[in-house]
């Protein structure tokens, strides 16, 4: 007589797993540290405090160290910028960096202040006192005049990254 064949692989029975632990929360947070939280805020320098609503932007800027390497601004870190200095990432100092203004026509740029400032313009006409400046691709209606800003007041920016 042949013997029942029995199957070496245990079948499948509940688990007596614990499911009050933390980590099989879907709904439990990140654990609390108390040294994580710091009572001194984030506070931005006189000078970078323009930088703060361009995040995102890709504003151009130069150390004073190293005027003629530029670097494209990031993020404000305290008094720090996160900046992209080629390929690697810095910090440096706010008050060791300035805006790089434009040089000529067809620059990408950004006012520093005023209802315009986040808005991506192209120079039309450059001049080292005021820059005419609109939209980039968006052609003029009838009646209506390119933007003319002082060029102190404007900031080169890298093309926007393709969505």
């Not at 052609?139 to 002082?150: A, F, S």
């Amino acid at each position: 007589m042949l013997s029942q064949a029995m199957c070496s692989t245990p079948l499948h029975q509940e688990a007596q797993t614990d499911f009050s632990s933390p980590a099989w929360d879907p709904n439990s947070s990140t654990p609390f540290h108390e040294q994580d939280q710091t009572d001194t805020p984030l506070v931005c320098t006189s000078r970078g405090h323009w930088l703060e609503p361009l995040t995102g932007l890709r504003v151009k800027l130069f150390e004073l160290a190293a005027p003629t390497n530029i670097l494209e601004f990031e993020a404000i870190v305290g008094n720090d910028a996160n900046v992209r200095d080629g390929m690697r990432k810095r910090l440096i100092a706010l008050d060791n960096l300035r805006p790089l203004p434009p040089t000529q026509s067809d620059d990408l740029v950004t006012p520093k202040v005023g209802e315009a400032r986040g808005t991506v313009l192209k120079v039309r006409a450059y001049s080292s006192d005021m820059c005419s400046v609109r939209i980039p691709g968006k052609p003029l209606r009838k009646n209506q005049k390119d933007l003319v800003l002082p060029t102190e007041t404007l900031v080169q920016i890298f093309p926007p990254f393709r969505r």
